[in-house]
């Protein structure tokens, strides 16, 4: 059995099916499995893509559930003892896997998390840290991390009915919500492109807070400003991209603003990041 499952969601994107497939095959970690999760795609195209696939690549066949749900299908069907998503329309470097497993050491209570290079609509190379207090207000975490499958059956899996979007964000919250610690891998291994048409520019960034709004219902008790600013203490002298004070500010404009006013809010802070990345790039 191999020691590592590497799952890609695909659903109509041929496009860019066989570059992250390839990725996941030149892998230079051995003990792996490829499984392609079919999330009922419609297009000739994509049924064409997956059937040309190699023979070391499995492809798993369901009607179309979304993203979680395919991610969920994909740790249901993978027999290593770690799991890797990987989106169809992203790819990673052939060292990921070997430095990740090597970095975990056998844990089966922590998860490994890689550096971004963004592509795409904007370029940027994004460090990551793993800040609890912080990922309560901002997904930092990409979604290509490396995790036990023992650990996501432990929190619960992706929750399935969040279609829209930031299923990630939430399922990361969880893990650390569960004590798990995020173990960084340095490097820049992890390529995400960045489109308009994406899932996370057309649809989740567009709502966000709504979307926030129903993670913060799935953990009621840890969006209490009590427990809240304990996380923001606790977790105050760790690595993070903002500012306490800037966390604390967005917390409670979410609380506040009406959603029309939030919403005008968090498109001129994701402006702001955006024209740094560029500023920086260039």
Known sequence: MPDVSIILPCYNAEAFLNEAVESARAQTYSSKEIIVIDDGSTEPETAAALAALPDDVRVVHQENRGLPSARNRGFEEATGRYVLPLDCDDWIEPTYVTDAVALIDGREDAFVFPWIDAFGQFEAKLEKHWNLAEQLVANQMPYCMLIPRVLWTRVGGYDETMRLGYEDWEFNIRLGLSGAEGLCLAQHVFHYRVAATGMLQAVAHQRHGQLWRAI???????????????????????????????????????????????????????????????????
Not at 225 to 251: C, E, M, N, Q, V
Request: aromatic letters at 12%; glycine letters at 6%; charged letters at 30%.
């Open 216 to 282: 913060q219902e799935r953990h009621t008790d840890d969006y209490r400003p009590g427990r809240f600013i304990g996380h923001l203490r606790a977790w105050s002298d760790r690595p993070k991209a903002h500012a306490t004070w800037k966390l604390l500010a967005f917390y409670a404009a979410h609380r506040l603003l009406p959603d029309a006013a939030f919403a005008r809010l968090f498109r001129r802070v994701l402006q702001g990041s955006h024209l740094r990345r560029e500023a920086a790039r260039g």
